[in-house]
């Protein structure tokens, strides 16, 4: 079955400073679907953004990710954190045979 | 917009309980998940439903039944509580396409089921 991988457990570095999370994936689909959820303490997780489109850029909210097929990666960058980026990161695929595949999950933590 | 409701926020059990969680969405969308989320192991699917009266088993069904008693309502029954288990259970919707549309599978959850079991 379909799997994700992400940088394990928790990232922590200062505000202002690049961030960058890792995802790779496996599917027998040649044609998945990427996506990241965000996931603030207290509260549901949500879309942050997603892609089909292979070696295209995806941003949104100062998020950006590219899928990169060749590689089967789809990896979460930011150029400079802000200490409301503080939260659980979700990689996660489908390739429309049923709901979405999950990674583990990487936690980011932002300091002044 | 829609919302997705949850009930209840906070479930205690006693082992070997049957207990039952509740979801509603006023989407209108087609498609409802139920996922369980334990700290370090993600999200994991137990039961989707594509369709009223539909069921389709994800990789963590053994030990649940649900229900898609109408369009919009999706319950999930832990058949029997295992001590000492606490985990969030997250309801979820998408409108997906079953034609194939790659943009409509994207994910709005609930705010969550807290489960203890004592």
């Known amino acids: 079955g379909d799997s994700v991988t992400q940088t394990e457990g928790l990232v922590t570095l200062t505000e202002g400073l690049p961030v960058m999370l890792n995802c790779t994936y496996q599917?027998?689909?040649?044609?998945?679907?990427l996506f990241w959820y965000v996931q603030h303490l207290n509260e549901s997780p949500r879309l942050l953004l997603k892609s089909f489109t292979d070696n295209k850029r995806t941003e949104h909210q100062g998020f950006h990710a590219t899928l990169h097929k060749s590689s089967s990666s789809f990896h979460l960058q930011k150029s400079s954190a802000q200490l409301s980026d503080s939260a659980l990161y979700y990689c996660?695929?489908?390739?429309?045979?049923?709901?979405?595949?999950f990674g583990l999950g990487t936690r980011v933590s932002v300091f002044p | 917009g829609g919302i997705i409701t949850q009930t209840p926020k906070f479930l205690i059990g006693q082992e070997g309980q049957k207990l039952t969680l509740k979801c509603q969405q006023n989407f209108n969308h087609d498609t409802m998940y139920w996922y369980r989320q334990d700290s370090g192991k993600g999200l994991r699917l137990i039961y989707y439903s594509i369709t009223e009266n539909d069921l389709q088993k994800g990789d963590l069904s053994e030990g649940y039944d649900a229900s898609r008693e109408k369009k919009s309502s999706f319950s999930l029954t832990v058949t029997s509580a295992q001590k000492n288990e606490m985990a969030v259970f997250l309801c979820a919707s998408s409108l997906r396409d079953w034609g194939g549309a790659p943009s409509a599978e994207t994910l709005y959850f609930g705010s969550g089921t807290r489960l203890t079991v004592l």
């Open positions: 996660a695929l489908t390739d429309y045979a049923q709901g979405l595949t």
């Open positions: 599917t027998i689909y040649s044609n998945p679907f």
